[in-house]
């Protein structure tokens, strides 16, 4: 570990050198996806990531009981609503980062998209939890079904999105 160099925020700069013109040319490796294949499956994706975050939004836009002023039911929620948003970007940087795609690009979305579709299943998870220990604690319930059905919907598509292989699609060149 002492001989090895920490990795650093900007080091995929070193892969870019100066041209000609006077601009600056990408000469680290791509990634290459077959362009059919890529499409189907950013199509599946967006189409479940809608959903997740139409499932997400929902308990927040409905008076939901727990979700009012019980601190133990909205830590969750608030952690599962900023990791759809950032599976989101994610999923957006895939969708933008071209194809072929850098690495530095490819290992900032694809190759963390996965990982990264945990946290929304784990932050609904706990979010039902915590609505449960609301119900037990005497809490009022209401909008706690849509809360539930919510939170079921987000693990339900959560465990759908990560079946789907991402990483298998994509070749590595130069």
Do not use: H
Not at 18 to 32: A, C, D, H, L, P
Not at 99 to 105: G, S, T, W
Not at 121 to 137: N, S
């Amino acid at each position: 570990m002492a001989g090895q160099k920490k990795q650093d925020r900007r080091d995929y700069l070193k892969y870019f050198e100066k041209s000609s013109g006077g601009g600056y040319v990408y000469t680290g490796t791509t990634w290459q996806a077959d362009p059919v294949l890529r499409r189907r499956m950013l199509v599946r994706l967006w189409a479940l990531q809608g959903i997740m975050l139409i499932s997400v939004i929902l308990p927040g836009i409905v008076t939901t009981a727990g979700l009012l002023n019980t601190f133990y039911v909205i830590i969750p929620y608030v952690f599962w609503f900023l990791s759809d948003v950032v599976l989101t970007y994610t999923l957006g940087s895939i969708t933008f980062g071209g194809n072929p795609m850098r690495d530095y690009i490819y290992r900032r979305s694809v190759a963390q998209y996965t990982f990264r579709n945990g946290f929304p299943l784990a932050g609904a998870a706990m979010t039902a939890l915590a609505m449960v220990a609301f119900l037990l604690r005497g809490g009022n319930g209401k909008g706690a079904v849509l809360c539930f059905i919510c939170c079921a919907v987000q693990i339900t598509v959560s465990v759908s999105a990560r079946r789907i292989r991402i990483t298998d699609i994509w070749n590595t060149f130069g």
